[in-house]
């Protein structure tokens, strides 16, 4: 099996504290991935200390047996939604075409084939009517739908996402995870930080369990139980009084 991700030992500290300790996991290629955990537990900063985006400690992340500087065109990266400048002026087609710059090379214009596949993301995710509408002018959820219709335009080979459910509708919501899941189907790997253990069963087929550092990993059903969630969040699990943890629907 061909590992996407090999991350090894990651540390990271801010101002004298420790956020993430010795994080270490592997995520097998195809895999629609789940990073949860309690709040504080470090799921953000673990994203961007695999993208080099903070500084670290010490450890690294291995992407297709290859360093990060060697595959970044293979890798989109989606932010939360309160990271992103969305005074910028530009447009959502403009957006998206940037998704296309990684296949372009340096200093090379988006040609019209690049417009096209902008376009076309756009309307996958039902945003094509927006195309020439300012980002700042289109609400929370059009706005995800933007950046993913650009990680989409990138056609990555592994996508890296924080929180991209955050803040939208159950419609919006839908057509993220079924986009999700035509890229699975082509063995692209999607690794997302998620809050929602309602949903996290019925969207992941494998999981990365966090609290500061790798507490599970691997296939959702061995590391979705009961006695590993109340480990990593204790208190916060009331909701799951059963012997056996809950499908995603039963949740409450």
């Not at 099996?1 to 592997?26: G, K, P, R, W």
């Not at 080099?52 to 291995?62: C, E, Q, S, T, Y």
């Not at 996958?124 to 990680?151: P, W």
């Amino acid at each position: 099996m061909s590992i996407a991700l090999d991350v090894q030992n990651i540390t990271v500290a801010y101002e004298n504290s420790t956020v993430l300790e010795n994080a270490a996991f592997s995520v097998p290629q195809g895999k629609l991935v789940g990073i949860v955990g309690p709040n504080g537990a470090g799921k953000s900063t673990l994203l961007k200390a695999v993208l080099d985006l903070v500084p670290k400690l010490h450890g690294r992340a291995v992407f297709f047996g290859e360093n990060l500087k060697k595959v970044r065109s293979k890798i989109g990266y989606v932010p939360q939604r309160g990271e992103v400048d969305w005074d910028f002026p530009t447009n959502a087609l403009d957006v998206v075409t940037m998704g296309r710059y990684g296949q372009l090379g340096l200093f090379r214009r988006p040609r019209k084939q690049d417009k096209d596949i902008a376009f076309h993301s756009l309307k996958e995710l039902g945003m094509e009517q927006y195309a020439k509408r300012q980002i700042r002018q289109l609400s929370g959820g059009q706005q995800q739908r933007v950046f993913l219709a650009r990680a989409m335009a990138q056609d990555a080979s592994l996508y890296i996402m924080d929180e991209p459910f955050a803040g939208v509708d159950a419609k919006t919501e839908r057509a993220i995870i079924q986009l999700m899941q035509k890229w699975k189907q082509k063995n692209k790997t999607i690794i997302v930080v998620h809050h929602d253990l309602q949903t996290a069963q019925e969207y992941f087929d494998w999981m990365i369990l966090l609290n500061k550092h790798v507490m599970a990993h691997g296939a959702t059903k061995e590391v979705f139980t009961k006695e590993k969630l109340q480990e990593a969040y204790g208190g916060q699990l009331a909701f799951l009084q059963n012997s056996e943890p809950k499908k995603a629907g039963d949740l409450s």
